[in-house]
Each structure stands twice: as C-alpha cells, then as structure tokens.
C-alpha cells in the first residue's frame, strides 16, 4: 500500500467511527418544549362580565390605568422608583409588561411601574380576576390587589386591602392570598399561602388568580382551584370590604418582607398580564 492509500484509508476509518459515533440513537434527547396555557374565554357560567382590559390596544389605556410615580418606598422599604416611562411599562403581544430595570434614578437603584384604577374602575363585590406569568429573583416583588375607594380620605390600613396575589423572588412556588385591614395590617394581615399541585414555580407559565368576593366572605383562586377562605369572623377587626375597591399591578424590587436582589437577581425582570376582568354574579 502506497503511503498515499494509506492515509486515504485511514481517513475513511476515522469519518466511519465519528458517524457511528454521533448517530441518532446517542444523541441527546431534544428539550419539551411546554405550550404556554391558553387564554380562557370570556364568558364565565353563573358569571356576568361587566368590565375587563386585555391588553390588545397599541397602548395602556388612560381611561383605566394611572401610574403611580415616586422613590420613598411606599411604607415597606423597596428600593425601585415608579416611573410613567414606556421602559417600565407597555404593550407588547396583546399584553401588558411591567418591568423592573436595574437603573439608577433619584437616589434608586432600580426603576419599575405600578398601574392603579383608582378614581377610574373600581368595584363592590363579585369576580376580580387577571391571568399573569410572574417574574422571579431574590428581592422581586410582583403583585396584584385591591384597595378601598376610601384611601385618600381615610388612609390605610383603614381603607382595607385585598391582595389577590403576592410572590416574594425567593419562593418562586408560593402565592400569597391576604386581607390587611384595621387591627390586621402588615405582618398580621390574615391570609394563607399557595403551591402549585406539581410544586413548579410559578414564573414557568401564565396562571389566573383571583378572588370572589360576597358581602361576608372572600374567596382566593388559583386556576379556579380555591384555597383560601376569610369571613367577616375571621378577622380581629372591622370587616371593611363593604365598599368599592381599585385595582393595582405593580412589581416591587426589596423591601422589608421579600429582602434585596442578590448577584444572581438578573435584570429586567417582566410580568406580563394577558388580562384583568371583573364579573358580577348572575342573580
């Protein structure tokens, strides 16, 4: 065998055993890719839908939603300032984003937004319900919930505050369903906590979360599975949800409760609302 046979033969000995060894069989499996849920229809059995936002316009509609705006930790400590910049919130997809960008401004070291009805849409009673994918990260903050139509002329936690849903960054598997009211406001609000059946964390998908809310008792949802019920009996004070409440959404960078970003906090941090609707019980 000339010598140059013989480095064509083992060249195609060396092609042979690199194909057999990369054929499909050992090749690592390909990643699942898991759907996001749908969105659920609009109509709701037993239920009248009498006003919703989802998020389809170019814009946030004005005639729903005011920014809050400001840096002075707004009671809890956290370390964001509230902006009105289309960087902190907007449209994107038929979808409201909210996010939290590492960005220095007034002494803050982070931006974010929070969206109120407040003197626009409010509601006495009945379904309030929006469909979320969280963000996650130590020190995040995302947020969902309701305060009296009383606030500005009798403060808090007078007005009452019902939060639908609450996560702390750092337990990405728990939702936080909780009444703040007279009597019953910071750490003894009275509430209960929620995981998922699977244990994933919450940010992996979209999920509905809301309340139903009668005369003389609260309920809390996730994905219309109920895990949580207050009456009027269950609180040590005034029952105060006798009146009309406005909607926030709003994400919280630190704060008391759910501590600081760490190094491994990565920014922006989103959460993204499909929808929020509110339905009235059908008589």
């Known amino acids: ?43 709701r059995e037993g239920w009248t839908l009498v006003w919703h936002d989802e998020f389809d316009g170019p814009e946030i509609n004005p005639d729903y939603w005011t920014h809050e705006i400001g840096g002075h930790g707004w009671g809890n400590g956290e370390s964001q300032y509230y902006t009105d910049s289309p960087d902190n919130s907007f449209i994107e997809d038929g979808k409201l984003v909210i996010q939290a960008l590492e960005q220095n401004m007034l002494g803050k070291r982070f931006t974010s937004a929070r969206l109120i009805t407040q003197g626009k849409v409010s509601q006495q009673y009945g379904r309030i319900e929006a469909r979320i ?28 505050e019902i939060d639908i849903m609450e996560n702390i960054g750092s337990e990405p598997g728990v939702v936080h369903g909780t009444l703040h009211g007279p009597g019953y406001s910071g750490g003894s609000g009275v509430g209960t906590s929620y995981r998922l059946p ?20 609260i309920r809390w949802y996730v994905d219309d599975v109920l895990f949580n019920t207050i009456t009027a009996n269950d609180v040590p004070g005034d029952w105060v949800y006798d009146q009309p409440f406005f909607i926030l959404l709003n994400v919280a960078v630190g704060g008391r409760w759910p501590g600081y970003p760490d190094n491994n906090t990565q920014f922006p941090q989103r959460m993204l609302v499909d929808y929020v609707r509110i339905y009235e019980r059908d008589e």
């Open 133 to 160: 994918q969280i963000p996650t990260g130590k020190g995040i903050w995302p947020a969902f919930w309701m305060l009296g139509d009383n606030f500005s002329q009798v403060g808090w936690p007078r007005s009452g």
């Open 198 to 217: 699977d244990r994933r964390p919450f940010a992996d998908d979209f999920h509905v979360y809301a309340v139903e809310w009668d005369p003389s008792e």
């Open 1 to 43: 065998m000339t010598h140059l046979n013989y480095l064509l033969a083992c060249f195609l000995l060396l092609f042979f055993l690199t194909a057999c060894a990369a054929s499909p069989t050992d090749l690592p499996p390909t990643a699942t890719v898991v759907p996001p849920t749908p969105t659920p229809d609009l109509t």
